[in-house]
């Protein structure tokens, strides 16, 4: 694409020693430029984009587009703007010709619920024969292709590539996660939604955001980001879904596990098998059987019905799709069921780990052995009282390691014990360890529930990334008794 062209519709920019280039890429990454690429500079928090621009340059970068000026090589375009990351996102999208005016883009925010809500609509989808490109933390993918995942939300040239490629490939609908961190950075401001479904807000990313209200605003920004005829699907039981609800300019659907919303379900019965539910909608009420465990995931499956609703979805087609959904990787999935019963779970926040135990103390009048830990470099303030739910709603708890990260798991342990009032948990640092504990400790009918890591393949320990997954382990273990 010529640069002139690129720059047609960029707001607020000067430019410097211009000549038209015939663009190939842009990318804020140095190490992925290539000859004819523009090189955005953006300051991180960690990184600082103009320490790699030599490097850029180097490697091909024929335009640099910046917030300061910077010195530049002779015959390198400059392109300065006021907000590098605005900027970028929006000539990435310009680049791939806007692709998401083309699709039927389906946004999920919130701080639990995300994976499992963008799963069941994408089987929703299946079942109507229509593939959708799915982005989110496990990975991203479409058709046959999978792609792994570096962030929940990928970069915007990234998520612009893979718009573009669901374009080529027919496909109508993307379904993505939107985290926090995507909205307030502007990886998704040029993109044009036409779902927008609010989960729930919890604890999560205070290392990040400087409070709860900095958190539920850049949550809040994926309903301004929804195209003219786009409508948002709001959980109504959740304090900041209701406050959503008063600034919401577009059609809004409403989930809940009251009679006051549009979509609610009524008589639910757990057991260690599934839930049974009455789902009622505007229209109808239908009895549903899924093997998904929880008052949380039936929130989940809410608002997947809201969407399918939406889309004209028969009630039917709805029925199949929850009946036959099984839990993504990590997400309260089952590994081993005989004489008692092994879960791995992506519980990672005070709320999250709250919800999974109290779903596990409806099924089973055994003991619940937990297995968890915090992560490095994420938000201190969470470890306490992750501790405390942890102690208060589990018999036997084991704290361990879990990615610490730059920082000593043994300080990142102590944060978290120090909000223990009880006395029934003992450290183990040892991950793989912690979890053959447990195991060992195990009776009949007991559940172990591992939490934290989820579908993660690896433990970061300082520099390092070592192979490490919570399932195979698990299964290791089980493997070497027989």
């Known amino acids: 694409m010529n640069l002139s062209k690129l720059l047609e519709n960029l707001k607020q920019y000067q430019v410097y020693n211009f000549r038209e280039l015939d663009i190939k890429g842009i990318t804020c990454d140095s190490r992925k430029v290539k000859n004819n690429f523009i090189f955005v500079v953006i300051r991180g928090i960690k990184e600082d984009g103009t320490k790699y621009l030599s490097e850029a340059i180097q490697r091909g970068a024929k335009a640099v587009v910046y917030e300061e000026f910077p010195s530049l090589e002779k015959g390198v375009v400059g392109i300065k703007v006021k907000n590098a990351r605005r900027a970028y996102s929006h000539l990435c999208a310009e680049f791939y010709h806007n692709p998401s005016l083309n699709l039927k883009v389906v946004g999920v925010t919130g ?16 079942i109507k024969n229509r593939p959708a490109l799915l982005i989110g933390t496990i990975n991203y993918h479409y058709k046959n292709k999978i792609i792994l995942a570096h962030n929940t939300t990928p970069s915007a ?36 939604f036409s779902y927008a479904i609010f989960t729930n807000l919890t604890q999560d990313h205070l290392d990040y955001h400087r409070n709860m209200e900095e958190y539920f605003q850049a949550k809040a920004k994926l309903l301004h980001l929804l195209k003219p005829e786009g409508k948002a699907i709001i959980n109504i039981d959740d304090f900041y879904g209701r406050r959503l609800l008063k600034v919401c300019r577009y059609p809004i659907i409403t989930y809940g596990l009251n009679k006051k919303a549009d979509i609610y379900a009524d008589c639910i019965e757990y057991s260690i098998k599934g839930t049974d539910f009455i789902l009622h909608t505007p229209k109808n009420k239908i009895k549903m059987h899924t093997s998904l465990l929880g008052t949380h995931n039936i929130y989940n499956i809410l608002a997947g019905v809201g969407f399918a ?34 879960f791995v779970d992506y519980a990672h926040t005070p ?66 014990i120090s909000g223990i009032k009880k006395k029934n948990y003992k450290v183990i640092l040892e991950r793989k360890e912690a979890i053959f504990s447990a195991l060992k400790e195990a009776k009949k009918q007991d559940i172990v529930l591992v939490a934290g890591k989820g579908h993660e393949n690896y433990q970061i320990i300082k520099d390092r990334v070592i192979p490490f997954n919570d399932a195979k382990i698990i299964r290791e273990y089980f493997k070497n008794k027989q």
């Not at 701080?111 to 299946?126: A, M, R, S, V």
């Not at 718009?163 to 961190?181: C, D, G, N, P, T």
């Not at 619940?368 to 501790?387: H, N, Q």
């Open 111 to 126: 701080t639990n619920g995300k994976t499992t809500i963008t799963y069941l609509i994408e089987k929703i989808l299946k």
């Open 157 to 192: 040239e990234e998520l612009q590539f893979l718009l573009s490629q669901a374009k080529k490939e027919r496909i109508e609908y993307a379904v993505m996660e939107v985290s926090s961190h995507a909205l307030a950075q502007g990886r998704v401001d040029d993109i044009y």
């Open 309 to 342: 609703l939406e889309e004209n979805t028969d009630l039917g087609d709805v029925k199949k799709a929850i009946s036959e959904f099984k839990p993504p990787p990590g997400r309260l999935e089952k590994v081993y069921d005989k004489d008692f019963a092994v």
């Open 351 to 416: 709320s999250a780990l709250e919800n999974v135990l109290s779903v596990l103390r409806k099924v089973t009048k055994k003991r619940i052995i937990l297995v968890f830990g915090c992560g490095g470099e994420r938000d201190r303030l969470k470890r306490p009282k992750m501790g405390k739910i942890a102690t208060e709603l589990a018999e036997e708890v084991i704290v361990t390691s879990d990615n610490p990260r730059s920082e000593d798991p043994l300080l990142i342990i102590k944060e978290i």
